[in-house]
């Protein structure tokens, strides 16, 4: 079941039968667009971008956690009656399986084209300030 998942789409389905899909949770997507305030579908950062939410998972607030971020790039989102967790781990299906093992009570994977967040350190010029991108000067 688990290698058949459709990218992007919570699961357990919680559509009714004969009925339009309904989740009951935000996208990643929306969550990551909304912490950074840019609510566009797609934005430009120098870090991690949407592109890079790789699989996430929905868990009872009680339910322990840490052990989940240990990825290249993790995010937690909490509500009041449940907690997101969003990653850019090498091995979705991994971290997802590992995550349902947890107590998740929902889960999603990306679609194929998304990529592993990876961190460089900035460039620098000899003064030790970041060099900015060319047409991202400050004015």
């Not at 949407?50 to 998972?57: K, L, S, V």
């Not at 956690?65 to 937690?76: K, Q, T, V």
Request: charge should be positive.
């Amino acid at each position: 079941m688990m290698e058949t998942l459709v990218a992007n789409k919570w699961y357990p389905e919680f559509s009714k039968p004969r009925k339009s899909y309904y989740s009951p949770f935000p996208t990643p997507q929306s969550i990551l667009r909304r912490a950074v305030g840019v609510e566009e579908y797609k934005f430009t950062c120098e870090t991690v971008t949407t592109d890079h939410i790789r699989a996430a998972i929905v868990m009872p607030l009680e339910v322990p956690f840490a052990h989940l971020l240990n990825e290249p790039w993790a995010m937690s989102y909490k509500t009041d009656r449940w907690r997101m967790i969003l990653v850019s781990t090498i091995d979705p299906m991994r971290w997802i399986e590992l995550a349902r093992t947890s107590g998740a009570v929902a889960w999603q994977k990306s679609h194929n084209m998304s990529c592993t967040y990876n961190w460089e350190p900035p460039v620098l010029d000899e003064n030790g300030l970041k060099i900015q991108p060319h047409g991202n000067s400050r004015k």
